[in-house]
């Protein structure tokens, strides 16, 4: 099998869920377009090409014998659909948006990271997201205070994430 990776082939991340497309490769980098739409700068250590044969044979369910199948039953006549909530959540550190920043003012590396929030927040309006987590660290407050000003400006429902999991480093905005 040729793992070589080249544009246009299908991608899974080693170190987070989920996956996409290599739309480019920038030397040793290569930008992907993810199964949620945003585009990716990620190194050949992140990734890994998917083996579609090997996919194909893992999504098929294998049940032992003496096990039953478990399925879920929904009401055909219900009024409500149990549809489970799409949440998402961003990490706007410089570190994990930027491989090389410290030529960058603090002035300017702010702006950079409000830019890339304001950028998830226009996309999570538009796939209708229930809840984004922002992860904007705790620090000296600035960038908090900076992504809580961005959240006023589009006038959404936003509160602190929960302290024990984010230690006060995050904010959950609320699009319903």
């Known amino acids: 099998m040729d793992n070589k990776i080249r544009i246009g082939d299908e991608i899974k991340f080693l170190d987070s869920e989920g996956g996409g497309k290599v739309i480019s490769i920038l030397g040793n980098s290569y930008i992907i377009l993810t199964n949620e739409g ?16 090997l996919e194909k044979s893992l999504k098929k369910i294998y049940v032992p014998d003496g096990f039953k199948k478990l399925t879920k039953k929904v009401q055909k ?17 410089i570190e994990n948006l930027l491989d090389n920043f410290y030529h960058m003012s603090n002035y300017e590396i702010v702006n950079y990271q409000l830019d890339k929030c304001e950028n998830i927040i226009h996309k999570a309006l538009k796939a209708n997201v229930h809840k ?33 999991r984010y230690s006060g480093g995050a904010t959950d905005v609320f699009f319903r």
Request: overall charge negative; aromatic content about 10%; glycine content about 4%.
């Open 77 to 93: 006549d219900s009024i409500f659909k149990s549809k489970t909530p799409l949440v998402w959540e961003i990490d706007i550190h």
């Open 132 to 164: 984004l987590v922002i992860i904007h660290g705790k620090g000296q407050g600035v960038l908090r205070k900076e992504v809580h000003n961005l959240l006023y400006s589009f006038r959404l429902d936003f509160k602190d994430s929960d302290y024990i």
């Open 38 to 53: 945003f585009e990716e700068k990620h190194s050949i250590n992140t990734i890994i090409k998917v083996n579609e044969d």
